[in-house]
């Protein structure tokens, strides 16, 4: 499972993230993305507590129970080794984090999930590397710039790098150039207004745009 979600996540190069949905919207939501391609979907942890780590768990065992194999359902802004915990027992298969935190890393990789912690800096997505990162998330990547990208991936160009915090259809062109496997996604296709009109065939749209943005030349 794990290699497949690797495999999955350098072929699809989009991970959509999903933060605050009600219960009631979260699966026509998914379905809606699916639609329009996405395979990936990351479901945001509350680091302020608003959301307890038990119902974010619960709404990725709903995903999962409802897409079995057909979409990858992983968890976002994990900070603990409890929510990895949490998240694996919900059946999920991938861990992102915001940060570099190495016992959440070890733990990702000792329950078999695929671990994709946050680094800032070379020395930390180094360090997430010899932890034991499977890809390594660069955020805030657009504060960082496309430059920034380049010339990080010239010497840690063993390290397979995600761009997330602020990508849109214009700059990703710009990061895949600079070198990124792939692409996390949360508002842009998320819509705040369309989620809340339920204009499912919006989301589809916007799923389709970007689906097709990451993987085109």
């Known amino acids: 499972m794990r290699k497949r979600i690797i495999d ?10 999903v933060r605050g949905i009600e219960k009631e919207r979260l699966i026509p939501l998914a379905k809606a993305m699916y639609d329009g391609g996405v395979r990936l979907l990351e479901v945001t942890y509350s680091a302020n507590g608003a959301v307890s780590d038990e119902n974010t768990a619960a709404s990725i065992a709903a995903l999962c129970t409802h897409f079995g194999d057909r979409m990858y359902i992983g968890a976002g ?38 671990s994709i912690p946050g680094a800032f800096s070379p020395s930390e997505i180094q360090q997430a590397h ?7 998330k660069l955020f805030p990547v ?21 761009a997330v915090g602020g990508i849109d259809l214009k700059n ?18 998320t819509d705040k207004a369309m989620i809340a009109n339920e204009d499912w065939q919006g989301i589809t749209e916007l799923a389709k745009r970007y689906s097709m943005a990451v993987k085109g030349d």
């Open 142 to 162: 657009t504060n960082l710039g496309v430059e920034y990208v380049k010339a990080v991936k010239a010497p840690l160009c063993h390290i397979d790098l995600l």
């Open 130 to 136: 010899e932890w034991g990162a499977d890809l390594v």
């Open 77 to 114: 802004t994990v900070l603990t080794e409890k929510q990895v915990e949490l998240t694996k027992k919900a059946g999920g298969g991938f861990i992102i984090s915001p940060n570099t935190k190495q016992s959440v890393i070890q733990k990702t990789r000792e329950l078999d999930m695929v």
């Open 172 to 189: 990703i062109p710009l990061y895949k150039k600079a070198g990124v496997c792939g692409f996390g996604v949360g508002s842009n296709i």
């Open 8 to 17: 999955t996540i350098k072929e699809e190069k989009l991970i959509v993230i």
